[in-house]
């Protein structure tokens, strides 16, 4: 008789997570376009992992288009992406140079703050809130 493993195995716990993550992050864009493409099309949208529509917000595109220098709003991918790693609770981190210039230059961000090996570590409640703030513009990706 084959033994069962029990439901709180690690092995086991951990396969059944990364399955819902994984159905998590099919939301997230996965073709990224900058900021100025964006603003030149009549429905801005990019396509997610799950080969859907992620439509942007024409308003906040337009605050951002407003705020922003000409330079970077060819240099920045949207939606910006901050990164959860579960090894890291209460926190998140974002990886791209051009997003951080970008909430730098929006004062979501303060410029003394510099990325640190390739990332900018930053409470999950300040990620939430730029989130908010700049909806359709910003996403979670969950680790």
């Known amino acids: ?9 690690d092995s086991v716990l951990m396969r059944w997570m990364r399955t819902e993550i994984n159905k998590m992050n ?7 376009k900058s900021l ?6 009549e ?5 997610t992992k799950a080969d859907k ?7 906040t595109l337009k605050k951002l288009g407003e705020k922003l220098p000409e330079k ?6 949207l ?4 990164f959860f790693d579960n090894q890291v609770p209460g926190s998140c981190y974002l990886n791209d140079a051009y ?37 359709t513009v910003v996403q979670i990706v969950m680790g």
Do not use: C, N
């Open 99 to 135: 997003a951080l210039e970008a909430l730098q230059a929006l004062g979501e961000i303060s410029r003394l703050r510099t990325m640190q090996q390739g990332r900018l570590w930053v409470g999950r409640s300040i990620a939430y809130i730029i989130m908010k703030k700049y909806p």
């Open 1 to 9: 008789m084959q033994e069962r493993r029990p439901l709180s195995d």
């Open 79 to 82: 939606p910006m992406l901050f």
């Open 26 to 32: 099919e939301s997230i864009v996965f073709e990224r």
């Open 36 to 41: 100025t493409q964006l603003l030149q099309e």
């Open 43 to 47: 429905k801005p949208s990019a396509k």
């Open 53 to 59: 529509d992620h439509f942007f917000e024409i308003a």
């Open 72 to 77: 970077l709003q060819d240099k920045l991918k």
